[in-house]
């Protein structure tokens, strides 16, 4: 059974930083790529960002430039760090992990972790 666990949310001011993690465990860490989705009120769940099992990232726009995806594969952790966070970052972040990556898409398994609230405000 495959659970992710996600951490470090939590209410920070207009231009701070946070750091979410997410644990998995099983043995499929390496072998997937992990994404973080967030979703707002009212909003459609969206991608962040992702990162492949071979360590390539990619980042939606709202992300560029302020956000860093890492993962550590002997930790069985991806991290979201996140700095100048803005109000419209106010969100809950999910973290997913889906593959085998190295397989067909049609191969993979989604699996996704119950999320972090990010509030930001003064």
């Known amino acids: 059974q495959v659970q992710l666990v996600e951490s470090g949310g939590g209410l920070v001011q207009p231009g701070g930083s946070l750091r979410l993690s997410c644990v998995v465990s099983?043995?499929?860490?390496?072998?997937?790529?992990m994404n973080w989705y967030r979703q707002a009120p009212g909003k459609q769940r969206e991608l962040v960002a992702a990162?492949?099992?071979?360590?390539?990232?990619h980042y939606e726009d709202s992300a560029k430039g302020r956000f860093t995806i890492s993962r550590d594969n002997a930790k069985n952790t991806v991290y979201l760090q996140m700095n100048s966070l803005k109000p419209e970052d106010t969100a809950v972040y999910y973290c997913?992990?889906?593959?085998?990556?190295?397989?067909?898409?049609?191969?993979?398994?989604?699996?996704w972790g119950q999320g972090t609230q990010v509030t930001v405000s003064s």
């Open positions: 099983g043995r499929v860490f390496a072998i997937y790529a």
């Open positions: 990162i492949s099992s071979g360590g390539t990232t």
């Open positions: 997913n992990a889906r593959g085998p990556d190295a397989l067909p898409r049609k191969a993979w398994n989604d699996y």
